[in-house]
């Protein structure tokens, strides 16, 4: 194995460090005060949309929303009153141009006891600034080797940029394990026999504004997948316009060079320090 000199490795260790950041001081908090919880931060909502909010509230109001100078408040009410009450707002937004590349799937939001609060267009996620959930998986082979997809250069986000071996959002009333099996057959080619050997690596909390857009808050659940030598991975579903096989000199050398979408940056370095440190083998 290619062995990566100490500087790399530091640069990854930096940047592992700093994969949640803060919102940005003149985003509005967006909040939810239960009857049996303490007030909890949902999200956070970029200035440009507020004004387009406020008007569309004052025109008409949505049940269990109310908005002030200190943050959009989500009312006290059961998961099926909020999911309905968000979703008019997102439709709203949607309609106002805010919400781009709907996509007709829905997200849960989860909170840090496991309790799905609502659930809502995944696409509302990132203009509302809600913490969403995502499985990636590292797919490498007995040589050391990683194989990594290329995005399609049809996708709205990140286009032919490089990612993990198969990742995607973990929908509504699926699991992290659900979601990484289903997403390994739909990108990868990699049959369900071969999926369930997957071994969960931990987690990693993403946090970013988007320029012009949100804000990116997404766990990512990992998990790393051992591949025979003679396994080469096959695209279903279009998303993914090839695959490469590199070692992990060549991949650490990709990610400081930005060749890789943000989050499967964070998620392969992940994979290439604990594999220096001799702990990524299932």
């Not at 913490?131 to 290329?150: V, Y």
Request: proline share 5%.
């Amino acid at each position: 194995m290619q062995k990566i000199n100490d500087s790399t490795l530091a640069a990854l260790e930096e940047m592992l460090q700093n994969s949640a950041r803060s919102a940005p001081l003149d985003f509005l908090p967006i909040f939810f005060e239960g009857a049996h919880a303490e007030k909890q931060m949902l999200g956070h909502l970029n200035p440009e949309f507020i004004p387009f909010i406020q008007s569309s509230l004052e025109e008409k109001h949505i049940a269990n929303i109310e908005m002030n100078h200190h943050g959009l408040w989500i009312d006290n009410a059961s998961p099926f009153a909020i999911t309905a009450s968000l979703t008019e707002l997102a439709n709203r937004l949607r309609q106002g141009g805010f919400i781009p590349g709907w996509r007709n799937e829905e997200f849960s939001w989860i909170d840090h006891n496991g309790h799905a609060y609502f659930r809502l267009e995944r696409a509302a996620f990132r203009t509302l600034g809600l913490r969403s959930t995502a499985s990636h998986i590292n797919g490498f082979t007995k040589e050391g080797n990683l194989w990594l997809g290329r995005r399609s250069e049809s996708k709205r986000t990140d286009p032919g940029l490089l990612d993990n071996l198969a990742a995607g959002g973990i929908a509504a009333d699926e699991t992290p394990w659900v979601c990484a099996v289903r997403e390994l057959w739909e990108e990868a080619g990699v049959p369900p026999q071969l999926a369930n050997h997957i071994a969960p690596a931990g987690k990693v909390h993403m946090r970013r504004p988007i320029l012009g857009g949100g804000f990116h808050d997404e766990q990512l659940f990992i998990y790393d997948l051992a591949l025979s030598s003679n396994f080469i991975p096959t695209n279903h579903d279009g998303e993914v316009s090839g695959f490469i096989e590199i070692s992990l000199a060549e991949a650490a050398a990709r990610i400081l060079a930005d060749e890789f979408t943000t989050d499967a940056a964070f998620v392969t370095a992940d994979f290439i320090l604990r594999s220096n440190k001799g702990s990524f083998l299932p």
